[in-house]
């Protein structure tokens, strides 16, 4: 069984940078075909796709954020980490990790979601 | 990026009806088409996969179709606990895009 979850701020100042950790159990990213993305929601509105990592340390971004986003992986601790910077209160959304399985096959899809972590952008 | 467009934007309905939800991709995107629903402070849950594949544990009442540019999520008979947001999300290529979500509500 995959989970995943989300540790970091709940508030950041604008121009900050943001970090989110995102621990997993149940999968290893250095297991061929092993994804993890990031997605992010901001109030009451559609859900927004970020980046991925892959198991070979391969990324990829949103070309909208491309400049402002690192996403790197900690496989001694089963970790991933989005860095976003220079935060703005348009930032502010739920940030959720996610299992993406499938790669390459049209099962590509996002079967396991973390609960997601709030994060205010204000000063 | 491909925009993804969902139809209705809500939709009203009675335990028991039928429902329908339509997406469509700017450009084809094959049968590479996902369906998630969402209930309120909830992550998503994957649906429907490959444009007509049953998630395992998904109840059968759900359906989905299409392929190309044009996809549908059925519901064959409303429960109280389908009542959420639906959104359609293309992973044809990146960066993957959902649509703007329907929001499914109690008539």
């Known amino acids: 069984q995959i989970t995943l979850k989300e540790s970091g701020p709940t508030l950041v100042k604008p121009t900050q940078t943001l970090t989110v950790t995102c621990t997993f159990s149940?999968?290893?990213?250095?297991?061929?075909?092993?994804?993890v993305d990031w997605i992010r929601q901001p109030p009451g509105k559609a859900l927004e796709w970020l980046g991925l990592?892959?198991?070979?340390?391969?990324?990829r971004y949103s070309p909208s954020l491309k400049n402002r986003l690192t996403i790197t992986k900690d496989t001694s601790k089963n970790q991933v980490i989005l860095t976003m910077t220079n935060m703005d209160p348009v930032d502010t959304a739920t940030y959720f990790c996610?299992?993406?399985?499938?790669?390459?096959?049209?099962?590509?899809?996002?079967?396991?979601w973390s609960q997601g972590t709030m994060v205010t952008v204000s000063s | 990026d491909i925009q993804m467009t969902q139809s209705p934007f809500s939709l009203s309905a009675s335990v028991g009806d039928r429902v329908t939800i339509t997406c469509r991709a700017s450009?084809?995107?094959?049968?590479?088409l996902n369906w998630y629903q969402q209930k309120p402070g909830k992550a998503p849950k994957l649906l429907i996969y490959?444009?007509?594949s049953l998630q395992s544990g998904v109840p059968s009442r759900f359906s989905g179709s299409g392929s190309g540019t044009d996809f549908t999520l059925a519901i064959s008979s409303l429960q109280p606990e389908d009542f959420a947001t639906y959104y359609c999300?293309?992973?044809?290529?990146?960066?993957?895009?959902f649509g703007q979500g329907t929001r499914l509500e109690i008539k």
């Open positions: 490959a444009a007509s």
């Open positions: 996610v299992h993406h399985r499938g790669w390459t096959t049209l099962a590509d899809s996002f079967d396991v």
């Open positions: 450009q084809s995107i094959s049968s590479f």
């Open positions: 990592i892959y198991w070979d340390d391969d990324k």
């Open positions: 999300q293309q992973s044809d290529r990146i960066p993957f895009t």
């Open positions: 149940g999968v290893s990213l250095t297991t061929r075909g092993v994804t």
